[in-house]
């Protein structure tokens, strides 16, 4: 059984900061690309930004320049960097991550999210 558990969503005022982090476990062959969705109350969920296992990156424009995707292959985790927050970065937050939890098998899974509110 694989799984992907976020944390360090929180509460955080404009302008602030927060990392988020994503970790994969259970049996795991090999992890391709990682990625962060998020879904506001009312509307779709929508990428923010992915990355492949070698490194190349993929940002939704709203976040281009403020947020940083990055991973740590060794300990099977993605990470999130948001800088400049915005109260229209409020969301839940969930990690996705295309796995191969045996060598001719891949799946796509999901994390449960944590929410994220940007607030003063």
């Known amino acids: 059984q694989v799984q992907l558990v976020e944390s360090g969503g929180g509460l955080v005022q404009p302008g602030g900061s927060l990392r988020l982090s994503c970790v994969a476990s259970g049996r795991i062959f090999s992890i391709n690309d990682m990625g962060w969705y998020r879904q506001a109350p009312g509307k779709q969920r929508e990428l923010v930004a992915t990355?492949?296992?070698?490194?190349?990156?993929n940002y939704a424009d709203s976040v281009k320049g403020r947020f940083t995707i990055s991973r740590d292959n060794a300990k099977n985790t993605v990470y999130l960097e948001m800088n400049s927050l915005k109260p229209e970065d409020t969301a839940v937050y969930c990690c996705?991550?295309?796995?191969?939890?045996?060598?001719?098998?891949?799946?796509?899974?999901w994390g449960p999210g944590t929410q994220v509110t940007v607030s003063a």
């Open positions: 990355i492949t296992n070698g490194g190349s990156t």
């Open positions: 996705n991550a295309e796995i191969k939890p045996r060598s001719w098998l891949t799946r796509t899974y």
